[in-house]
């Protein structure tokens, strides 16, 4: 029996298919593709061994405390470390919420913030997932362009007036300033006072989103909006940080942590004591253990030397093969290179011809909303695949782009 | 600085604190309180030392599998064990969804359903986590009485045509059956019955509540409501089953699944992608490897054999202590016992006084929509406390109780 899809609630029913999971799905187990598609950290990234010691271990010794049910906040161990460890300024365990990954802390956050026709401004293009975790919340996108030094804040304060003037409600700005998803592209210092400066101005919140921050391969690191914000205006409201450990250690922990005003995460804990009642108990601890005995500096400098490496056979295949009309953007960190072709390229149709000859990418459009999609661009990951694959993969997108 | 209220969304705002929370948080942590409060299954049930070692060893062999994303519908080794396992009747894969325990597949199938405004009809008292939670989707929630065979189908009945004859939607009945929350009462095979035909008969959903199902001491097993209307109707749209490791593994794992008609399935995994993108990887492994080595079974004799000590102690003790105006629930499984008082007693007000004599509880009224609480009603929860403080905890309730 087929269920009655009348019967499904309106805002379901309007959920679209995710393009790039049937596409991962279309070109997965295909003997020789090489997949250049999704955003997976390597498997030679996660530390098993040292996790499942730990695992062990928090499981016998603390297994009464951590099996037990736990506060829908997070574990305050957890959040002790994540005090001590992190470098983005001090805060309270009050301004830190434990999220099931970045993603559902992006989700509590609108819950927590959006009225159905509240509008978000983002980033065009933007990571797919986290933009239908906020539509699905009843938000409205405006997707504005990047350049180089990421997010056009003159077009964000442009947008945001003109919303305003309409009656709209423009609730908060999306961004993911360090090492874009999918641009690679990082938000210059210069850019992000000014990005606060236009939201402190107009009232607008900012959801910093930062999955990749501590993958930085080469550069200076550039403070992050709220430590800006707090540091340069005493301003603890504007910006709330979502990261992520999936990055670092593992996306099947499915862990993260949002910090925020301590009214917004509060708000934010409503939400999660419904939706998930609680982080998981095991990992949090594994996680907080982890952090405590300092193997995360060692890990880091472990896997930002891998990813460096793959970075730069990427790039330097990219220079050998591409055709000049072919620009790239060269990321200081993060996972994906971002291919810009002329504008005559349709990389939606191209994807089909690429699949057959044995490489997998996604088209850039699939990061935008529809009707702002753009048909020429194209996102390469180089965190998954073997440095021989990224090699080979590369060269042959590049006989694809070249016809 | 304090965030401003007026900023967060209009459903947010509405969200009351959980009185239950606050109950718990201001009786812990105080010298020689007996609690018979929270819903907390036994920290001697865990099976620690099997979860220990299963952990070390999915990491250490399964990790580059595991810690990697996986799928929003949950681990398919997982899902093979479950069907392998669960005593429900055969499914497919496409029929499960694997959850961050019950309460998050309660979310995603409220979420999947309701449109705000939508009617959800539920048993008076409830499971205020899980009401909630509805609440949240935008639902309207009609609590109806039960008596000793469970909810009242015959209410149910006049209540869904009087609400459709009004114009409202009806979307589904939430129910436990089994050792209901708050309750203890358990419907009636006869019942059961019965409730499958009138909401088929009226086109709502049946959502199945299970989370206590295995937690059986005493009295055969009856079919749960989704086995009922696949065996008897060959219906598998109308019945929903959650279920939950919670109380069998231990809660801070955060894993239950979800057994319904497929499309649905599909539609609450798509809120699984935009909320958790998907459940905790090791920790499925951890429960798939759990299940497949048949280490199930036992262990769940061995902890409905604690359960069914401590009900007797608490049973006996309540026998032996209370004043004869007192009745109460024996429930043949799950974790707790529901007291009623005569009319005249506002256990909401003794609540302190009890607290001050060394014993919480939760008032019954806490388990109702505000409009219809009932002040006369305690639950008891027995699978907490050790069984000297069972006995202690009862007969200091029993002197409060008696003036």
Redesign the interface.
């Known amino acids: 029996?087929?269920?009655?899809?009348q019967?499904?609630?309106?805002?379901?029913r309007s959920?679209g298919v995710?393009f790039i999971?049937e596409m991962l799905r279309a070109t997965k187990g295909i003997e020789g593709m090489i997949s250049l598609a999704?955003g997976?950290?390597s498997?030679d990234s996660?530390p098993?061994?040292q996790?499942?010691?730990l695992?062990?271990?928090v499981?016998?010794k603390e297994?009464?405390d951590?099996?037990?049910?736990?506060a829908s906040e997070g574990d305050d161990i957890l959040k002790e470390q994540i005090l001590r460890v992190e470098k983005e300024g001090a805060v309270s365990k009050e301004e830190i919420l434990i999220t099931?990954?970045s993603?559902?802390g992006i989700?509590f956050f609108a819950?927590?913030?959006?009225?159905p026709g509240d509008v978000v401004i983002c980033e065009g293009p933007s990571f797919n997932?986290t933009l239908?975790?906020i539509e699905?919340?009843g938000a409205e996108l405006d997707a504005l362009p990047m350049d180089e030094e990421g997010l056009r804040v003159d077009l964000v304060r442009e947008t945001i007036v003109s919303r305003q003037n309409a009656g709209h409600t423009v609730k908060f700005i999306y961004t993911i300033p360090e090492f874009q998803n999918p641009s690679g592209r990082t938000m210059s210092l210069a850019r992000r006072r000014e990005l606060i400066r236009v939201a402190r101005e107009l009232g607008v919140?900012i959801l910093e989103d930062q999955p990749y921050r501590d993958l930085r391969f080469m550069g200076g690191r550039i403070d992050s909006l709220w430590n800006i914000a707090r540091a340069e205006y005493g301003d603890?409201?504007t910006v709330t940080i979502c990261k992520s450990f999936s990055k670092i250690?593992?996306?099947?922990?499915?862990l993260g942590f949002a910090v925020g005003?301590?009214?917004?995460i509060?708000?934010m804990a409503?939400?999660a004591?419904?939706?998930?009642?609680?982080?998981?108990?095991?990992?949090q601890r594994v996680v907080a253990r982890f952090l405590e005995r300092n193997m995360l500096e060692p890990h880091i400098e472990r896997i930002t030397g891998m990813y460096r490496e793959k970075r730069e056979i990427m790039i330097s295949s990219l220079k050998d093969t591409m055709p000049p009309s072919i620009r790239w953007t060269e990321p200081e960190g993060g996972l994906f290179v971002w291919l810009t072709c002329p504008e005559s390229f349709d990389t939606d149709a191209l994807f089909h011809e690429a699949a057959k000859a044995g490489v997998a990418y996604i088209p850039g459009s699939k990061f935008y909303p529809s009707a702002v999609a753009r048909k020429n661009e194209i996102r390469l990951n180089f965190s998954y695949a073997k440095p021989a694959d990224l090699r080979e993969g590369v060269a042959r997108l590049a006989k694809i782009l070249k016809r």
């Open positions: 029996m087929s269920f009655p899809e019967k499904l609630s309106q805002v379901t959920m995710s999971r999704g997976l950290p498997p996660f098993k061994k996790l499942a010691a695992f062990k271990e499981v016998e297994g009464t951590v099996l037990q049910y736990g099931d990954g993603t559902n989700y819950r927590a913030l959006i009225n997932g239908v975790a699905a919340c919140f603890d409201e250690l593992g996306p099947g922990l499915r005003p301590a009214g917004l509060a708000a409503k939400w004591q419904k939706v998930i009642v609680s982080p998981e108990g095991v990992v």
